[in-house]
């Protein structure tokens, strides 16, 4: 259990001398332009977001599963012209009992890395693309024990005085290996996202996850949920806080995935 461990002190020395560097908010920013801010993923903020996700109905006894994502994001200036934005995802795990008897396990899920190549200065449809490397480091049997690679792409559609921030994140991660605990995967993510932001820092918000796990069983593999949310943008003193809350029903599952799912974030923000 020793190396998740590291694994999440390492992150949480990067991400703190990150903060340290960076400047303080920018006072002429408004509430919408940093809601717009927030809701690119490529945007060029140092950021802090912690989602919850909490999913009802859960495996063989219906128990409810929490998953709290520790997501810091860094972008890395490349030149003028370029830049990476490094998103790393630390899951703490609360799983149900699987079944009659068994207790709840807690840990940490296998940690999930992307780094984008996005230029500096966009024209047109925003984007990002670049690799995603899924690392083992659960703990307590809360992941597979093989290493992963894909890539990812995102592309959306940000404009100065248009309330509308949308576009989508696709991603796909192979196991490297299939002999580790867990066997081999090939996972798939789709997350279409469409906002609407008003002047306040308020916005209407929806961003369901599906995902896809091609090596399960005709009719197991899809999870497609809907809903969607409201989020607000407030400062903690001079500090920009972005908050949402969501839910989503899903439509498409597999017979033991939840069937609903609630989804809360708040998000440090630190822009450059």
Known sequence: MNHPIKFFSLTAVAVAAALLTATAAHAEMSAEELAKLAQN?????????????????????KGTQNVLNIQPVIPVEVNSEWNVITRTIVPIISQP????????????????FTAFLSPAVPKGLIWGV??????????NGLGNKNWGL??????????????WVYGALVNNVWSLTSDQRGGGYNNGLIQPFVNYNFPS????????????????????????????GVGKIFHFGK????????????????????NWQVRAQVQLMFPK
Request: charged share 10%; no cysteine; glycine share 12%.
């Open 239 to 258: 500090l920009p806080v972005n908050a949402m809350i969501a839910a989503y029903y899903n439509v498409v599952k597999p017979d033991y995935g939840p």
């Open 41 to 61: 993923p490529v945007g060029n903020l140092i950021s802090l977001p912690f989602q919850n996700n909490t999913n009802l109905n859960y495996g063989p006894e």
């Open 150 to 163: 894909g890539a990812s792409f995102v592309v959306l559609k940000l404009e100065k005085g248009d309330p």
């Open 97 to 112: 009992a699987m079944f009659p008897g068994d207790g709840r396990t807690n840990g940490i899920g296998d940690v999930v």
């Open 130 to 139: 670049g690799p995603v490397v899924q690392l083992p480091t659960d703990s």
């Open 201 to 228: 820092g308020l916005y209407l918000t929806s961003s369901p996850i599906v995902t896809v796990n091609w090596n399960a069983a005709s009719g197991q593999q899809w999870t497609v949920p809907i809903g969607g």
